[in-house]
């Protein structure tokens, strides 16, 4: 994961819901970004602790132990005494104590991804010993696949700058929270694969393609010209009014389930256009709703003249 950047954050630490004390456990799989996370959440105003032995955790956020301040805690297998079972019935006991607002973090990366940062890092990678790089992040992710499936928040850093990954993280946990749940909308190309951490995947690709249009190739879903030529599509209207009928019912539904965050993810061939509009006007759209909404574009490129894509449809 790149460094992050000189810009910093200072807002006040907030409990997450009520007088809870709120914690963050960060794990993940060597070079997806962990140290990186927790820097930022300790921008963020919390007590940041790396590499925790395991057996103390327990201890350090016993009942008798107040949290004055939200507290990120970082861990992964080169914690001392690391293990899937002991961390499932840690992460068990710990979202059954009263009074605690757990959150569980999974940074992730791709294979070929990893593999370059370390390359180009020359950090050796913790399970290498005497197997290669790739065979060794292919053991350490077989072995971290159960503690994801425990995450309530996966986030995959492989096209993540440090400022996104900042963006992501400071919607998450340096914002007020009132309990509602947060929604995340994205855009992105099947290109350069789905999104890791989204719960909800809709596929756009079927809708005339602006690419095609030597006046639009350039523009970006943000621009008014592309979205009115999308919308032309002749199945375009009845496609936005079922994505609604198929989403809306289903939003209190993850609400009352204690559901945090839910991530939908859009998307199409490049990126660009397509599920870059979509996915602007689901966001409006679900804004209406009262929904605390935070819409990203991970593959679309910059444009210079950015414009709204138009009132809602």
């Given at each position: 994961?790149?460094?992050?950047d000189?810009?910093?954050?200072?807002?006040?630490?907030?409990?997450?819901?009520?007088?809870?004390?709120?914690?963050?456990?960060?794990?993940?799989?060597?070079?997806?970004?962990?140290?990186?996370?927790?820097?930022?959440?300790?921008?963020?105003?919390?007590?940041?602790?790396?590499?925790?032995?395991?057996?103390?955790?327990?201890?350090?956020?016993?009942?008798?132990?107040?949290?004055?301040?939200?507290?990120?805690?970082?861990?992964?297998?080169?914690?001392?005494?690391?293990?899937?079972?002991?961390?499932?019935?840690?992460?068990?006991?710990?979202?059954?104590?009263?009074?605690?607002?757990?959150?569980?973090v999974?940074?992730?990366?791709?294979?070929?991804?990893?593999?370059?940062?370390?390359?180009?890092?020359?950090?050796?990678?913790?399970?290498?010993?005497?197997?290669?790089?790739?065979?060794?992040?292919?053991?350490?992710?077989?072995?971290?696949?159960?503690?994801?499936?425990?995450?309530?928040?996966?986030?995959?850093?492989?096209?993540?700058?440090?400022?996104?990954?900042?963006?992501?993280?400071?919607d998450?946990?340096?914002?007020?929270?009132?309990?509602?749940?947060?929604?995340?909308?994205?855009?992105?190309?099947?290109?350069?694969g789905?999104?890791?951490?989204?719960?909800?995947?809709?596929?756009v690709?079927?809708?005339?393609?602006?690419?095609y249009?030597?006046?639009?190739?350039?523009?970006?879903?943000?621009?008014?010209?592309?979205?009115?030529?999308?919308?032309?599509?002749r199945?375009?209207?009845?496609?936005?009014?079922?994505?609604?009928?198929?989403?809306?019912?289903?939003?209190?539904?993850?609400?009352?389930?204690?559901?945090?965050?839910?991530?939908?993810?859009?998307?199409?061939?490049?990126?660009?256009?397509?599920?870059?509009?979509?996915?602007?006007?689901?966001?409006?759209?679900?804004?209406?709703?009262?929904?605390?909404?935070?819409?990203?574009h991970?593959?679309?490129?910059?444009?210079?003249?950015?414009?709204?894509?138009?009132?809602?449809?």
């Amino acid at each position: 994961m790149p460094e992050n950047d000189d810009s910093r954050f200072s807002p006040a630490p907030l409990p997450a819901s009520g007088d809870n004390a709120r914690l963050v456990l960060v794990t993940g799989v060597s070079g997806a970004g962990r140290t990186t996370s927790l820097k930022i959440l300790e921008d963020f105003g919390y007590d940041a602790v790396d590499n925790l032995p395991l057996r103390l955790l327990p201890n350090l956020l016993s009942g008798d132990t107040e949290l004055k301040v939200p507290v990120a805690i970082g861990l992964d297998i080169r914690t001392r005494d690391f293990g899937v079972d002991q961390f499932a019935e840690i992460i068990a006991s710990l979202r059954a104590q009263p009074g605690l607002d757990l959150t569980v973090v999974f940074v992730d990366a791709e294979s070929t991804v990893l593999q370059r940062r370390f390359t180009e890092s020359r950090r050796p990678h913790p399970l290498t010993q005497d197997r290669p790089l790739v065979d060794a992040i292919a053991h350490e992710k077989r072995l971290m696949a159960p503690i994801a499936a425990m995450a309530d928040m996966q986030i995959d850093t492989s096209r993540l700058k440090a400022t996104e990954l900042r963006k992501i993280l400071q919607d998450q946990f340096a914002s007020p929270s009132s309990g509602q749940m947060a929604i995340f909308v994205k855009s992105f190309s099947f290109r350069q694969g789905v999104p890791g951490e989204a719960d909800l995947v809709f596929d756009v690709r079927f809708l005339r393609n602006p690419h095609y249009d030597p006046d639009l190739r350039n523009l970006t879903g943000m621009n008014p010209q592309v979205g009115a030529y999308i919308a032309q599509d002749r199945d375009f209207a009845g496609f936005m009014d079922r994505l609604k009928a198929l989403i809306g019912p289903v939003l209190p539904r993850y609400a009352e389930e204690g559901k945090s965050y839910l991530t939908i993810a859009v998307g199409c061939t490049g990126g660009k256009h397509r599920s870059v509009y979509i996915a602007r006007l689901l966001n409006d759209w679900i804004s209406t709703l009262g929904y605390d909404v935070h819409l990203s574009h991970r593959d679309k490129p910059a444009e210079p003249d950015e414009t709204k894509p138009g009132e809602m449809i």
